[in-house]
């Protein structure tokens, strides 16, 4: 078991599993002219659409580098692989299936109007299915998790369900999006941890 990491040491693999998604993300978005449309379900519809909710959207950005810097030694190495397995996966299903949907016009006034106009001129309008946004959280919870903390862990579950409730506000994702998201991040979990466990197949 790793008993320390440096500052630096996290840092870089945080941007080797953070540029991986990135590149993946950044090339698979812009392939197809079209993409499938996916349409929204009940729970969909239930959930009202709020511009205001990009700053708990952006909020991300925050909670993934907090995995890398605050999580135990022993979890930063395997977060960045579950990292870029979660990239692989999901780049996979981009290709294979290109999605999308109809996104609302209203992008609210002052701050709000600029920061989500300013999410809406980097992101793609495709990759919907499966969320990097979910599964990336999802992973850095499980990296952030301490045994015996529960305070601390409370707060991380609650800021990751606020972001992936924020992307079904936001309408940036739909539903089946999030359950994708989910299923990635835990095979990206499950198949790092068994590699990790097999001294043969170990990711060093």
């Keep these: ?13 945080l941007l080797l599993g953070w540029g991986c998604v990135g590149f993946v993300y950044s090339l698979t ?20 659409y709020s511009p ?32 870029i397995l979660c990239a692989v996966l999901s780049g996979m299903v981009y290709l ?5 949907a109809e996104f609302p016009q209203n992008i609210g006034s002052g701050l709000t109007q600029q920061a989500l106009a300013g999410l809406l001129q980097v992101d793609t309008s495709q990759n919907m299915l ?3 946004h979910v599964s990336l ?9 301490r045994q015996g903390k529960l305070a601390l862990n409370l707060l ?6 606020v972001i992936i409730f924020s992307v079904l506000m936001l309408k940036r994702h739909l539903f089946i999006d999030v359950v994708g ?16 466990d097999n001294p043969s197949r170990r990711m060093q």
């Design 52 to 83: 205001n909710s990009v700053w708990l959207y952006l909020s991300f950005f925050l909670f993934i580098p907090c995995g890398y810097l605050l999580s135990n030694a022993d979890k930063v190495k395997p977060l960045m692989w579950q990292m």
């Design 137 to 145: 959280t999802l992973i850095s919870l499980v990296a952030l998790w």
């Design 1 to 13: 078991m790793i008993m320390s990491m440096s500052v630096w040491q996290r840092v870089g693999h």
């Design 181 to 196: 998201g989910m299923m990635c991040a835990w095979i990206a979990i499950t198949v790092v941890h068994i590699l990790s």
């Design 156 to 161: 991380w579950v609650c800021w990751a369900l």
């Design 130 to 132: 499966p969320s990097l």
């Design 96 to 100: 294979i299936y290109p999605t999308t």
């Design 29 to 48: 978005g812009h392939i197809y002219s079209s993409a499938h449309i996916i349409s929204p379900i009940v729970i969909d519809d239930a959930i009202g």
